[in-house]
Nanobody
Framework: LVQLVESGGGSVQGGGSLNLSCAAS????????LAWFRRAPGKEREAVAT????????WYSDSVKGRFTVSQDTNKHTIFLEMNSLKSEDTGIYYC????????????????????WGHGTQVTVSS
């Protein structure tokens, strides 16, 4: 397992930008799939973006594609989420998550696959 700590949440007006970070510590970072999930008020937790620490390949949900960018710094064992053109429906608690993999180049968005979670960081977008 890895330990995950998110940072960078906050409040912004619609159309604005925020950047999130997730620092991972523990076992070999390069053997993990990492992801950003969010839980909007009254909704289930959903995957926003994933990244393979080994390949760097990414996946995005349709709701954020073209607006959000997930990236990583493998030396610092950190992933990032750059969020642009934010909308009120992007409001929620954003979680970083990880699961160990072997031979996977694109990480899936299934919440039950992920067994390490951060505590989350609040993102609030006002219209």
């Amino acid at each position: 397992l890895v330990q995950l700590v998110e940072s960078g949440g906050g409040s912004v007006q619609g159309g604005g930008s925020l950047n999130l970070s997730c620092a991972a510590s523990g076992d070999a970072f390069g053997l993990y799939c990492l992801a950003w999930f969010r839980r909007a008020p009254g909704k289930e937790r959903e995957a926003v973006a994933t990244i393979s620490a080994a390949s760097g390949r990414t996946w995005y949900s349709d709701s954020v594609k073209g607006r959000f960018t997930v990236s990583q710094d493998t030396n610092k064992h950190t992933i990032f989420l750059e969020m642009n053109s934010l909308k009120s429906e992007d409001t929620g608690i954003y979680y970083c998550a990880a699961y160990p993999v072997s031979g996977v180049t694109i990480c899936g968005p299934v919440v039950t696959w992920y067994n390490s979670w951060g505590h989350g960081t609040q993102v609030t977008v006002s219209s």
